[in-house]
């Protein structure tokens, strides 16, 4: 009975045992899997990206990076696949003065729009409206970018010397003011037209152009801001070359300089007796670290034919100086440095010196308010990026004093 039990136990075969062939294919179809779960998570991963840029829209202001030289609202259409981009930004002034000429001004209100045809081709502009009721073109060019270190550029050019004539957004420099420096000496805002390129390599960062000269016959004992020529039918029978270089010495620190060089007579050099030959050069630094935020600029310009220019000129006061020179340095601190939000808290001051008659020919009358010391001390608050308010009082040695306070957006 037992035996008749226990035979068909004997009889049946066991159960097969896995080899080391079928271990090994079921680790490489695991492995298998394993690969196209990641790969499948990838492009999940980029579905959810692009649907997160296509409901944001464009980048934030805080988040775009500056380009050749231009403040981070004018770099938006860099930051821009394809398409048009548009930005902006605005300065709303209130200057209270001792003697009791207050006065309100929207000063500026500006628009940039960009359209990027492809990787390598794109349009930048800039339409400025100043004072409510003046509009102007404030440039406009076509890139094309060929590599990721090289671009040409041609338009309506900014001239690339100082700080503020590239970048001038509210929220990228302290003061209420733009410096006398960069007004009267570096006729911010200056643009030509021109042709040129621009580009990086490491941490040098350059631009060099050939542009229509400035209009040397509207120079005078004030300085050269009176020349610009803003591409409106610009005398182009002198050209000038412009160029800068900037060298990120370490993080935070940047130091730099330009030049412009060319005649400014241009088609009036017969009536003003010279070919009134214009160098113009400038040497800055720029040092951001931890809560400080600092700059310094010094510029010069040398005119060749001051003399001749005032002899044509008699009658007309023009004094016309060999040299111009003019600095200025320029401290911030952040007391809101070190928190978890992006508001900035910083008192500055700035002291500048300039001298529109540095040197002058023996047929030039020295004028007292050519040369002028000034002071400002001030409050630059940023409650979040593209929005800032500022209030400063500055006074100078000739008694024109005065209270800024200014509310600025940029976007």
């Known amino acids: 009975m037992l035996t008749a039990l226990l035979l068909p136990l004997a009889l049946t075969p066991a159960a097969p045992q896995d080899t080391p062939a079928q271990d090994s294919d079921l680790e490489a179809r695991v492995e298998a899997l394993e690969a196209e779960r990641e790969a499948f998570a990838r492009q999940v991963e980029i579905l959810a990206m692009e649907l997160e840029r296509q409901d944001l829209g464009t980048v934030a202001y805080g988040d775009l990076q500056a380009v050749s030289g231009l403040g981070p609202a004018a770099s938006r259409i860099y930051a ?63 890139d094309y970018l060929a590599t990721d270190e090289f671009a040409l550029r ?21 003061p209420v003011g733009r410096s006398q420096t960069e007004t009267r000496i570096i006729p911010t805002t200056m643009r030509e037209m021109g042709v040129g390129a621009w580009g990086q390599t490491g941490d040098l960062e350059w631009r060099a152009y050939v542009m229509n000269s400035l209009n040397g016959s509207a120079f005078d004992s004030g300085g050269l801001r009176g020349g610009r020529t803003k591409g409106d039918r610009a005398d182009a029978e002198d050209l000038s070359v412009t160029a800068r270089m900037d060298w990120r010495a370490t993080p935070g620190l940047t130091l730099g300089g330009g030049f412009h060089v060319g005649d400014s007579a241009g088609s009036n050099a017969d009536a003003l007796g010279t070919d009134l030959g214009t160098s113009l050069v400038e040497l800055h630094a720029s040092w951001q670290w931890g809560a400080w935020d600092a700059r310094a600029l010094a510029a010069r310009a040398d005119l060749d034919g001051a003399a001749a220019f005032n002899d044509s000129q008699l009658g007309n006061g023009a004094n016309l100086a060999e040299r111009l ?17 992006a508001a900035r808290l910083l008192p500055y001051v700035r002291l500048e010196t300039i001298d529109t008659q540095a040197s002058l020919p023996g047929n030039a009358i020295e004028l007292d308010e050519a040369a002028d010391r000034y002071f ?27 209270i800024g306070f200014f509310i600025g957006y940029a976007f």
């Open 376 to 402: 400002t001390v001030g409050l630059n608050y940023q409650p979040t990026p593209g929005v800032v308010v500022k209030i400063d009082h500055e006074t100078s040695d000739d008694g024109n004093d005065r």
């Open 325 to 341: 020179e003019g600095a200025y340095v320029e401290v911030g601190y952040d007391l809101l440095a070190g928190r978890e939000d």
């Open 154 to 174: 041609g338009g309506l050019l900014l001239s690339p010397l100082g700080f503020v004539n590239e970048s001038h957004e509210p929220t990228t420099y302290l």
């Open 80 to 142: 821009t696949e394809s398409g048009a981009s548009i930005g902006g930004y605005g300065e709303l002034l209130y200057g209270f003065d001792p003697d009791g000429s207050d006065e309100f001004d929207a000063l500026r209100g500006v628009i940039y729009l960009g359209y990027r045809f492809n990787d390598q081709w794109l349009v930048n502009t800039e339409f400025e409206f100043e004072h409510g009721t003046q509009s102007f073109l404030e440039y406009s060019w076509v």
